[in-house]
């Protein structure tokens, strides 16, 4: 099975700007996780979404929103970008029926730099 | 809710050698998950061990191990025979049904 593939895998962007950043699952998968990941927060929880609907939300702000198709791929967006968006954004996926008592699949990452 | 935590931000081990790098979490729930999962230098994260928190035996992959203490909230991850390609940073995570929370990190690097 093809593993999780993240779109682009490089961004830069400036101050105000909007961005979309696209995940697509393992096959079977209807679960999906976003996660941000900087040096000085370590991993946060984004978002997960699991059949076309939001499960589970993290503590970030409006800016950050995301949706699920009915294939199952994610996307993630973030609106009037600022500094400290820049970051590795992680997607993950999982079967989806137990939450997060199982296994999460990772992505490679998108690493966003917002200038 | 709850918390993971990882008290070792840098750790190192000489080639062939054992290390363990240590894991506290704390949660009022019964049924969940503990995870150690691994992502090298801009590779990605991996699972390495997983346990479940109703099994008493400690999870084993290979040269990979858990200590899984419960009454005491912690979950250690030893790696004997430490290889080269083991350098990553070494994430704890806590899985419940509807939490995922994740550990600073540990980075972790085997020399030759």
């Known amino acids: 099975k093809a593993g999780v593939t993240q779109t682009p895998r490089y961004l830069i962007k400036t101050r105000g700007q909007q961005v979309t950043l696209s995940c697509s699952p393992i096959?079977?998968?209807?679960?999906v996780s976003w996660y941000q990941q900087t040096p000085g927060q370590g991993l946060q929880f984004l978002f997960e979404?699991?059949?076309?609907?939001?499960?589970n939300k993290g503590n970030f702000p409006g800016r950050f929103s995301g949706r699920q198709f009915s294939n199952s791929r994610s996307e993630m967006n973030v609106s009037t970008l600022e500094l400290g968006d820049s970051a590795l954004y992680l997607c993950?996926?999982?079967?989806?029926?137990?939450?997060?008592?199982?296994?999460?699949?990772f992505g490679p990452g998108t690493r966003l730099l917002v200038l | 809710a709850q918390t993971v935590t990882q008290s070792q931000p840098e750790m190192s081990v000489q080639e062939a050698e054992t290390v363990t790098l240590s894991c506290t979490y704390d949660?009022?729930?019964?049924?969940?998950?503990l995870f150690w999962y691994k992502q090298p230098p801009s590779r990605q994260m991996i699972l390495v061990i997983r346990?479940?928190?109703?099994?008493?035996q400690n999870a084993t992959e290979n040269r990979f191990s858990v200590n899984f203490q419960k009454a005491a909230k912690s979950f250690s991850l030893k790696i004997s025979d430490s290889q080269l390609g083991d350098t990553a940073m070494y994430f704890c995570?806590?899985?419940?049904?509807?939490?995922?929370?994740f550990g600073a990190g540990t980075r972790l690097t085997v020399k030759p």
């Open positions: 949660t009022s729930e019964s049924n969940y998950y």
């Open positions: 995570a806590f899985g419940s049904r509807d939490d995922m929370r």
């Open positions: 096959s079977g998968h209807r679960s």
């Open positions: 993950a996926s999982s079967l989806g029926s137990g939450g997060y008592q199982e296994t999460q699949y």
């Open positions: 979404y699991f059949s076309e609907t939001q499960r």
């Open positions: 346990q479940e928190a109703y099994k008493q």
